[in-house]
């Protein structure tokens, strides 16, 4: 299986540039694809100056075809963002993507997208921990008189 047969299931940190120059936005983004359909949440930090600074989360809905992907970015944000229109073309290892986005009639830019080291592969992880095992009885002080407590399923 190829990169591009792969899913893009996982975690992915990217960045898009604006048309007019100025620094790069990172974002983060967590994406799970099922039979070429992509969905995905996102995370940033606003750059626009009357939001500077503020943390932004959108979603995304799109499809994967072949080494092709296209999808829109939708901010939960109030009416100050609009939807974007991406994209963008997988790498043959399945670990990163780039293409354009556009605000149709308003703007377009560049962007990139690489997937965090494993993160599209499923793991299974065996946690050891001792744990106490519960005498089989307690001797419970309640002043009056001691008596013994079951621990454990009832019968």
């Given at each position: 299986m190829?990169?591009?047969d792969a899913g893009l299931?996982?975690?992915w940190t990217g960045l898009?540039?604006?048309?007019?120059?100025?620094?790069?936005?990172?974002?983060?983004?967590?994406?799970?694809?099922?039979?070429?359909?992509v969905t995905a949440t996102t995370t940033e930090t606003s750059d626009l100056l009357e939001r500077h600074g503020e943390i932004l989360h959108a979603v995304i809905d799109?499809?994967?075809e072949g080494s092709t992907v296209r999808f829109l970015k939708m901010y939960d944000a109030d009416e100050h963002y609009d939807v974007?229109?991406?994209?963008?073309?997988?790498?043959?290892?399945?670990?990163e993507i780039d293409g354009r986005w556009e605000i149709p009639e308003v703007w377009a830019g560049t962007f990139l997208?690489?997937?965090?080291?494993?993160?599209?592969e499923e793991r299974a992880i065996k946690v050891e921990e001792p744990v106490g095992l519960p005498a089989r009885s307690a001797i419970l002080s309640t002043g009056a008189a001691a008596r013994p407590i079951r621990r454990g399923p009832r019968p």
């Open positions: 190829t990169g591009t299931t996982g975690h898009y540039n604006y048309p007019a120059g100025g620094s790069p936005v990172p974002f983060e983004a967590v994406l799970h694809e099922i039979s070429g359909c799109g499809r994967k974007v229109h991406y994209e963008g073309t997988v790498h043959a290892d399945g670990d997208m690489i997937r965090a080291a494993g993160a599209g």
